[in-house]
């Protein structure tokens, strides 16, 4: 019965990958209709991915620690500039001063970005070493700022669904900007990791993600990226204008999101695969010993048998 409940739970969430899978890459033929679609699926997808890899309280308190710090953050950021800089928002509904679809969109990305770097770093448990504590969070930050140094350019200086009020130096997004990201997405990843290395569930409570379990959160990151390969693809060839006047290419714009991309999430994307194809790969059998067994290459010269 276990085993049953347990191949339909891995059914489900195969059938929801490919769902988000369609969406992240159709999404900009009706983004109105597309994005609130995406969050919504992408959130079921973390629900239930994470509860079978960490269990519901944890999953739960990622969740509720990333949009307390990414709101807290982005408030604050809108009222006096720090972290990100001095931006707005266009769109609603709001949060305060934050549109309420931007919590979700850390909370789904961020998971796929955590979980990226527990293949490069390593999964963190009920009393993991520090290295691994600390390490994850900060790659995973990493391999988060990867994907808005793709979008940031597009949504805010073509879409304007927020203004950077004083402008800067790559495509309109200031340098700040990304250091903003850097410190938030770490800030709430490794609030998550401390969770986990004192209050999560007993190593014996969670054996060793399955493959799928690993290929899954690949696989919808790696989407991510492409679909910032379809908007190159597809999208309008015009210019815009930054909030001090500066005009910008939106194609410039556009291929230098495909470049970010290819060079920042597919190369982690690359990485992270390769790393877990050398996990799932057998050891080989352990050679013959050498001592018992020399080889002649090994046979001192003159020494007969």
């Known amino acids: 019965m276990a085993a049953n409940h347990r191949r339909s739970a891995s059914t489900i969430l195969w059938i929801i990958t ?43 308190v990622y969740y509720a620690v990333t949009l307390l710090v990414s709101n807290i953050l982005e408030n604050l950021s809108i009222l006096t500039g720090f972290p990100f800089g001095n931006y707005h928002y266009t769109q609603g509904p709001q949060l305060f001063l934050v549109p309420v679809m931007i919590g979700p969109a850390y909370v789904a990305t961020g998971y796929l970005a955590w979980t990226v770097a527990t293949l490069l770093v390593g999964e963190v448990r009920r009393a993991s070493g520090w290295l691994t504590t600390i390490g994850t969070p900060i790659i995973a930050s990493f391999a988060m700022v990867a994907w808005d140094l793709s979008m940031d350019p597009t949504l805010s200086t073509i879409l304007k669904l ?65 679909s910032f390969v ?7 060839r015009t210019t815009v204008t930054d909030a001090l006047g500066q005009t910008w290419r939106t194609g410039d714009i556009y291929e230098t999101s495909v470049l970010t991309t290819i060079y920042g999430m597919i190369f982690i994307t690359i990485l992270a695969a390769l790393n877990l194809a050398r996990r799932s790969t057998p050891a080989p059998a352990n050679p013959p010993d050498a001592s018992r067994d020399p080889s002649p290459a090994s046979t001192p010269a003159g020494s007969t048998t």
């Open 230 to 236: 379809v908007a190159f693809l597809t999208r309008e």
């Open 18 to 60: 490919g769902l988000v899978l369609i969406l992240l890459l159709t999404r900009n033929l009706s983004p109105g209709i597309g994005t609130p679609v995406l969050l919504l699926t992408q959130t079921v997808f973390t629900l239930l991915h994470g509860s079978r890899r960490y269990g519901w309280r944890a999953i739960l």
């Open 162 to 226: 927020w203004i950077w009020e004083n402008s800067g130096g790559f495509f309109g997004v200031p340098l700040v900007n990304f250091l903003g990201w850097s410190l938030t997405t770490y800030l709430f990843l490794q609030l998550f990791a401390l969770y986990l290395r004192y209050y999560g569930p007993e190593p014996k409570r969670t054996p060793e993600p399955s493959t799928a379990s690993h290929v899954q959160p690949l696989v919808l990151y790696a989407a991510t990226a492409g």
